[in-house]
């Protein structure tokens, strides 16, 4: 096992009499975006819950850079290095967007200090100084959004967690995450593992994907070959998203 990467191995997760996820395995080196794919239905949320810690595995393992996370929760997972975005962007709407972004780190105990840097560092870096003092409340989806993610690179994660960072976006607002994305990657260096419903988002920011259909893992390799792979169509049959893509 690779020590420098985040691992999920051999992950099975069933409610009941229905298996959600089955012998899902996965990796990400440093530095690499990995995407999730899949129809609805296909257990993505269920992973990912799994993989932050909101939910437990009935077997299987969880590991960052060779440490075993299992039994953590999410907190204590944050503070080892995983750090996740929410669909909602969870902002507290009171609160500007410099004070909630510098929350990402004080959540992890950083100081004051320490936090008020860290959010003003991740500002600069994200091009977000022109709303760095309107209240949240004020925001449109898309710069929330960005908001959230602002606020999770504060923590300054070794790789980050995205739970449909598209989801809601108009045109416009869409290459400003990808913008975001390429930052944080290019500058920052933390894996990034991106769950997305939005197929051209993924083929656009992400290095490799793989594809979950009914909980298995039926694609690995690079956004392009998934767009032409017969099992991944066949998974996304009748999904239009998907189809104006290809």
Not at 14 to 24: C, H, I, N, R
Not at 116 to 133: P, Y
């Amino acid at each position: 096992m690779a020590q420098d990467s985040f691992m999920a191995s051999e992950i099975n997760k069933s409610f009941g009499a229905l298996s959600v996820l089955m012998g899902v395995s996965l990796s990400i080196k440093p530095g690499e975006t990995l995407g999730l794919l899949g129809p609805n239905g296909a257990g993505k949320t269920t992973f990912i819950n799994i993989v932050a810690g909101y939910e437990k595995q009935d077997s299987g393992t969880i590991s960052i850079n060779g440490v075993n996370l299992d039994g953590m929760k999410p907190d204590a997972r944050a503070r080892a290095g995983v750090a996740r975005t929410f669909q909602s962007g969870r902002l507290f709407a009171q609160l500007t967007v410099a004070e909630n972004i510098a929350l990402g780190a004080l959540g992890l105990g950083a100081s004051h200090n320490e936090a008020q840097e860290r959010a003003k560092n991740t500002i600069d870096v994200l091009g977000l100084n022109s709303l760095a003092t309107a209240p949240a409340a004020t925001l449109s989806h898309g710069n929330a959004r960005l908001v959230g993610l602002a606020r999770a690179v504060a923590a300054e994660p070794k790789y980050l967690i995205m739970d449909e960072p598209a989801a809601g976006l108009n045109e416009s607002e869409v290459p400003k995450l990808l913008n975001a994305l390429k930052v944080i990657k290019d500058r920052l260096g933390c894996g990034m593992f991106l769950v997305e419903h939005n197929v051209g988002l993924v083929a656009k920011a992400c290095d490799r994907v793989i594809v979950l259909a009914t909980g298995i893992l039926i694609f690995d390799g690079a956004p392009k070959d998934a767009l032409n792979d017969a099992q991944v169509k066949n998974a996304y049959l009748g999904d239009a998203a998907f189809g104006e893509m290809i």
